[in-house]
């Protein structure tokens, strides 16, 4: 997909603006802290109506408003063109799909893949498990409803169980029917992670290929709290946790508990990685990224560079480029203009909010 | 505004879905434009503060000791429609589709409210079970987290020597929802299409 038009409305440090976009390829130029990355953050914010930098949708408003907006004509592979808006308030949202409102994300998600590259990125790698996770969640959602669905029910009925861990007493026959409200959610999770990883981690490995010259495998390796997507086996995991769980006034064991390690030369490049290494893992993740969101949606995803072209040296940045698929948009920022022989770009000038476009050369 | 006037609009406003607006106009109706309404509303609270109650079987709104459908000889005691509300009950009814019994918990376990088992209507269910009465209990509780996880728990808490036919409804119920918002035709058909359950 491609987007032609971009407007913010009270987004952060952005009170309005209304981009209009005629290529594949834009950038945003300014200093730190002028809104080059809230941009972004908006694009990004389509996909799922879910930010990549915060859960918490209040800090999305600029400074004393109550609703924050993002709207976007695009073409559409599948759709053609159509107009997409969603209304940020503080403690809710609204999507708008071509003037009708939708009413369930699920039906909203999988259609307008974006996919970030930042560099916050490496904490992908380096983080704790908690980060991955996030990313895990975020990118199986962001291309299917029923996955959304069994994290809800399974993130909502954990929230019940570990009530009941901190009440504590005679809880047992409560615990067990939460823990049946969780067994089905968890099965649907392990085994869409599982199938999912797999495609991800078989792109990364790839792509990791193509930026490095081949010199050393990559490999993303799914490590499940549990491994097994069965019913019966988690509900007695479950059961035999009580004690232990009551104890710790938390449930200690499920795929909430789940991370997946990213390897090069078969250790993981958190513990033995150099930087260089791990910038590529990081990399080659996210581009896997964008080739599953291409197959699962159908529609090629708009790419947002954060800044991504200021960290990496020369080689490498020259190897992303020319790994990533040419027919693909990308909205790139950076403190100054990217090098010549990167091609011609839309330019715009970000000062305090404001976006101007550059006059083409 | 007076004072006496400041404290009913504050009781008002505890009412659920009111907020400080519709408190005061509520207030200003009664006491300014309405007055005659004032003196028909009040004696229809004391009445019912009076008379109404809950049944005592199946916790349904009540004037006597047990409910109008409760003593209706025509139901089908043996059958039992598990609500988490007087209201879905009435959609349930008004359904027309059902001619069994009720029983009404006035809740669903929720540990993160504060709801437990004690919280539930459950004991008069529980003697129900035990006088062997029952043939068979309908779970026609929400289709979220809380209302599936009160199903099981109910089902976990049968008598295990009595042959208790457990039934789920939820077809055609949206997802997350409950009885209370489905249509007539929805909740007939979500009904007669109930599974077994365990
Ligand atoms: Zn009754």
Known sequence: MRLRTLTL?????????????????????????????????????????????????????????????????????????????????????????????????????????????????????????????????????AMDGSYLQALQTYTRALAERNALLKKGGAVAAQLEAFERVLAPAAVELIARRISGLQSIGAGMAAGYQKLCDGTEPAALVYAPDFAQPDQEALLARWAAGRARDLALRSTHTGPHRDDFALKVSGQEAKDFGSEGQQRSVVLALRLAQAAWFHAKSGVRPVLLADDVLGELDPGRRRKFWATIDPESQVLATGTALPDAELGTWEIFRVKEGDFQPEASA | MTP????????????????????????????????????????????????????????????????GICADERR????????????????????????????????????????????????????????????ELILALSNDVEGEATCHYLTEQLPPAQAVKVTRIGFGLPSGGGVLYADSVTLKSALDGRRSYS
């Open chain 1, 9 to 141: 409305r009270h987004f952060r440090n952005v009170a309005f603006a209304r981009l209009d976009f005629v290529g594949r390829r834009q950038f945003f130029v300014g200093q730190n802290g002028q809104g080059k990355t809230n941009l972004l953050e908006a694009a990004g914010y389509l996909t799922a109506a879910r930010s990549f930098r915060t859960a918490e949708s209040a800090t999305l408003l600029m400074h004393d408003q109550t609703t924050a907006a993002v709207a976007c004509t695009l073409e559409h592979a599948r759709l053609g063109e159509t107009q997409v808006t969603i209304k940020v308030h503080r403690h809710s949202k609204e999507l708008w799909c071509d003037q009708t409102r939708v009413t369930r994300l699920a039906d909203y998600l999988g259609k307008f893949p974006t996919v970030v590259f930042s560099s916050q990125d490496l904490q992908l790698v380096r983080g704790a498990p908690a980060g991955r996770r996030r990313w895990l969640d975020l990118t199986l959602a």
């Open chain 2, 4 to 67: 006496a006037f400041e404290k009913l609009q504050q009781q008002l406003k505890q009412l659920p879905g009111l907020g400080y607006r519709s408190a005061e106009r509520i207030a200003l109706h009664l006491l300014v434009e309405k007055p005659a309404q004032l003196t028909a509303l009040v004696s229809a609270l004391e009445a019912a503060a009076r008379s109404v109650r809950r049944c005592e079987r199946c916790g349904n709104l009540a004037e006597g000791d047990v409910c």
């Open chain 2, 76 to 135: 089908d005691r043996s059958v039992v429609c598990v609500v988490e509300h007087v209201p879905d009950l009435v959609a349930l009814e008004r359904s027309g589709a059902y001619r069994g019994s009720y029983h009404v918990l006035h809740g669903k376990l929720s540990p993160i409210h504060g709801v437990g088992p004690d919280q539930l209507n459950l004991a008069a269910l529980q003697a129900r079970l035990a006088a062997g009465e029952v043939a």
